[in-house]
């Protein structure tokens, strides 16, 4: 069975940096891309960053660009999400989730098959 646990999330202020992990057990990673969503009040999910698995190609949605970073462990089987300069808008919930393996780096949700049970990150004005 394969699992994925969020870490990492809580309150900060604007302007603030918050650094999500993400552990994945039952399988190993490396030849998965992997994906960071969120989910905000009242809005559906979307993709925040993806990272295929050998970390060759990084995507992100245009809202985080230059702000957060995504990147991957192989050998400790981890995700994480370097997240500066916050803003009020990035409160959400934060999901990791495992995408295709040996893709590009593909950011629609259907593809993905296993996700975590999110965390929660608040930002304050």
């Known amino acids: 069975q394969v699992q994925l646990v969020e870490s990492g999330g809580g309150l900060v202020q604007a302007g603030g940096s918050l650094r999500l992990s993400c552990a994945v057990s039952?399988?190993?990673?490396?030849?998965?891309?992997m994906g960071w969503f969120r989910q905000a009040p009242g809005k559906e999910r979307e993709p925040v960053a993806v990272i295929t698995h050998n970390a060759d190609s990084l995507v992100y949605a245009d809202s985080v660009k230059g702000r957060f970073t995504i990147s991957r462990n192989n050998a400790n089987n981890t995700v994480s999400l370097q997240m500066t300069r916050l803003k009020p808008e990035d409160t959400a919930i934060y999901y990791c989730?495992?995408?295709?393996?040996?893709?590009?780096?593909?950011?629609?949700?259907?593809?993905?098959?296993?996700w975590g049970q999110g965390i929660q990150v608040t930002v304050s004005s």
């Open positions: 989730a495992r995408g295709p393996a040996w893709s590009s780096a593909a950011q629609t949700q259907r593809l993905y098959d296993y």
């Open positions: 039952g399988r190993s990673i490396s030849t998965y891309v």
